[in-house]
């Protein structure tokens, strides 16, 4: 008999619709590039969309640029991660990832980063930059999309 693949799918933010881990990145970008045309005045603020990835597990998170990489951290901890207050970091091979750094400043299109949890049975996700877009916000952090239960 032939193992069956676990496929992870994550319902639409906009819209409700449920589509693939593989194409839920794509799907939310169209939402957000319509929200972007609309949005005009001066109150726009650089949005980055994160995509954060455990396997099958994921997220998609739009999250304000001028916020620091703790906000993530914190994100991250109330949403999977925390149980025990370890202490966490984020980082690349090719160079340290501060708590103090802005989001903006971090998530460059295609510009993928890890985030270790608890040293003793360190627990990694990575995330991934996907585009920044001007937006009429006032959330630090909004959950575009999350894989449904397995």
């Known amino acids: 008999m032939a193992k069956s693949e676990i496929t992870s799918e994550g319902k639409c933010l906009f819209c409700n619709q449920v589509f693939?881990?593989?194409?839920?990145?794509?799907?939310?970008?169209?939402?957000?590039?319509?929200k972007e045309k609309t949005e005009t005045g001066d109150t726009t603020r650089t949005y980055c969309h994160v995509e954060v990835e455990a396997d099958v597990m994921f997220l998609h998170l739009l999250v304000?640029?001028?916020?620091?990489?703790?906000?993530?951290?914190?994100?991250?901890?109330?949403?999977?991660?925390d149980c025990c207050d370890h202490m966490s970091n984020f980082g690349h091979k090719n160079f340290k990832v501060s708590m103090n750094h802005k989001v903006q400043d971090v998530f460059e299109p295609r510009?993928?980063?890890?985030?270790?949890?608890?040293?003793?049975?360190?627990?990694?996700?990575?995330?991934?930059?996907l585009k920044q877009y001007k937006l009429n916000l006032k959330e630090?952090?909004?959950?575009?999309?999350?894989n449904e239960p397995l």
Not at 111 to 129: E, W
Not at 140 to 146: P, Q, V
């Open 20 to 34: 693939p881990q593989k194409e839920i990145g794509k799907h939310l970008a169209k939402h957000l590039a319509d």
């Open 64 to 81: 304000k640029g001028d916020a620091n990489m703790k906000k993530i951290d914190s994100f991250l901890r109330d949403i999977w991660l």
């Open 111 to 129: 510009l993928k980063i890890f985030h270790d949890y608890d040293y003793g049975s360190t627990t990694r996700v990575f995330l991934k930059g």
């Open 140 to 146: 630090n952090i909004i959950l575009l999309s999350r």
